[in-house]
């Protein structure tokens, strides 16, 4: 047991650092610098394929492909695969100890499905040229793999349960959903390019509502920049899909300040409160400087960043609290009340 406790707290470590230098290796246009999978020009590092690298920059020096870019783009597929080799090892350590009940082992082997299906993601976005569907679905599944190892980690370490109210509850459930929900529309945002279609803020080219076209912007099976029939995708379209994001910040940011405000009343749950505002205000502040600025690689790969941090306190803040269950013979009461009632009518 304290090994598989030992593994879940690096797993999740290292999946935070694989999700944040992934969103790096994208922003920094790396993402097909070996252009083939799982090796870079079919060796096993840039250093042994060094010549091959150097004919293709020499040929295209605007392209993708370069030495240091082979090199993110390499770094990243390492910290993966150790990864899911840590994975492994803990899927084997929870069936090993799968009586205890700290322990799930079912998500814990669930875990190696998502692994898999993230390796073929991390395959498709190279060999299908950076489409935005499986850029985007490569972030979910990280995403994904980050949140169950929290949970994970979490129900291990016997982190204690906190009884709310079912409506403090349910809308510490909505305020998650909607925040995986934001942090899609995020991912979809920087696989299209789109963070720079609106300059300025709060408005987007000097309106509340920009003109922009969402049929295009949101067909999800198309190539990076292209609409379904193959045009270039129009700056309409790139602003709908920046102003959606938006749009989705300021309604899980509202639903998010409420569920700040039921935690910050509430004792025991009051740090909690101030641990989400925190992360909330400084993942607010980074998206604001990341238009105003004009979106340097520093502050957009702290804004990928800042979304880690918000979905790890979400899913914190949802393993502590469970609804109130009713006092034992309450719902007899109620019956026998409702009887009389019936009898005195």
């Given at each position: 047991?304290?090994?598989?406790?030992?593994?879940?707290?690096?797993a999740l470590?290292?999946?935070?650092?694989?999700?944040?230098?992934?969103?790096?290796?994208?922003l920094?246009?790396?993402?097909?610098g070996?252009?083939?999978?799982?090796?870079?020009?079919?060796?096993i590092?840039?250093?042994?394929?060094?010549?091959?690298?150097?004919?293709?920059?020499?040929?295209?020096?605007?392209?993708?492909?370069s030495?240091?870019?082979?090199?993110?783009?390499?770094?990243?597929?390492y910290?993966?695969?150790?990864?899911?080799?840590?994975?492994?090892?803990?899927?084997?350590?929870?069936?090993?100890?799968?009586?205890?009940?700290?322990?799930?082992?079912?998500?814990?082997?669930?875990?190696?499905?998502?692994?898999?299906?993230?390796?073929l993601?991390?395959?498709?976005?190279?060999?299908?040229?950076?489409?935005?569907?499986i850029?985007?679905?490569?972030?979910?599944?990280?995403?994904?793999?980050?949140?169950?190892?929290?949970?994970?980690?979490?129900?291990a370490?016997?982190?204690?349960r906190?009884?709310?109210?079912?409506?403090?509850?349910?809308?510490?459930?909505?305020?998650?959903?909607?925040?995986?929900?934001?942090?899609?529309?995020?991912?979809?945002?920087s696989?299209?390019?789109?963070?720079?279609?609106?300059?300025?803020?709060?408005?987007?080219?000097?309106?509340?509502?920009?003109?922009?076209?969402?049929l295009?912007?949101?067909?999800?099976?198309?190539?990076?920049?292209?609409?379904?029939?193959?045009?270039?995708?129009?700056?309409?379209?790139?602003t709908?899909?920046?102003?959606?994001?938006?749009?989705?910040?300021?309604?899980?940011?509202?639903?998010?300040?409420?569920?700040?405000?039921?935690?910050?009343r509430?004792?025991?749950?009051?740090?909690?409160g101030?641990?989400?505002?925190?992360a909330?205000?400084?993942?607010?502040?980074?998206?604001?400087?990341?238009?105003?600025?004009?979106?340097?690689?520093?502050?957009?790969?702290?804004?990928n960043?800042g979304?880690?941090?918000?979905l790890?306190v979400?899913?914190?803040?949802?393993?502590?609290?469970?609804?109130?269950?009713?006092?034992?013979?309450?719902?007899?009461?109620?019956?026998?009340?409702?009887?009389?009632?019936?009898?005195?009518?």
């Amino acid at each position: 047991m304290p090994l598989y406790r030992r593994l879940l707290l690096v797993a999740l470590a290292l999946t935070a650092v694989v999700v944040v230098f992934g969103a790096y290796v994208r922003l920094s246009d790396a993402g097909l610098g070996c252009p083939d999978w799982p090796g870079c020009y079919g060796q096993i590092s840039p250093h042994h394929a060094a010549e091959d690298i150097s004919a293709t920059h020499a040929a295209n020096p605007q392209g993708p492909v370069s030495a240091p870019k082979a090199w993110k783009e390499m770094i990243h597929r390492y910290l993966a695969g150790t990864l899911g080799l840590l994975i492994l090892a803990i899927a084997a350590q929870a069936w090993r100890c799968r009586s205890h009940p700290a322990v799930a082992w079912r998500i814990a082997s669930a875990l190696i499905a998502v692994v898999v299906v993230q390796g073929l993601l991390g395959k498709w976005t190279v060999t299908l040229l950076l489409k935005p569907a499986i850029v985007t679905a490569h972030l979910i599944g990280g995403l994904t793999t980050l949140g169950l190892l929290a949970w994970l980690a979490l129900r291990a370490h016997g982190v204690a349960r906190l009884e709310l109210p079912r409506g403090a509850v349910a809308l510490a459930r909505v305020a998650f959903v909607l925040l995986a929900g934001q942090i899609v529309l995020g991912g979809w945002t920087s696989t299209n390019y789109a963070a720079l279609a609106c300059a300025d803020f709060p408005t987007c080219q000097g309106s509340l509502w920009p003109a922009a076209d969402y049929l295009n912007a949101f067909h999800v099976v198309r190539e990076l920049g292209m609409t379904a029939d193959g045009q270039s995708l129009s700056l309409a379209a790139l602003t709908a899909i920046h102003w959606a994001h938006r749009l989705g910040a300021l309604l899980a940011g509202t639903v998010l300040l409420a569920l700040v405000w039921v935690l910050s009343r509430r004792q025991g749950t009051q740090a909690a409160g101030f641990v989400l505002l925190g992360a909330l205000s400084l993942q607010i502040g980074l998206g604001i400087a990341n238009v105003a600025i004009g979106l340097p690689l520093a502050l957009a790969v702290a804004h990928n960043a800042g979304a880690v941090v918000l979905l790890l306190v979400l899913v914190w803040i949802n393993y502590r609290l469970r609804a109130m269950q009713a006092p034992a013979g309450a719902g007899r009461r109620r019956d026998d009340y409702a009887r009389r009632e019936n009898a005195f009518a």
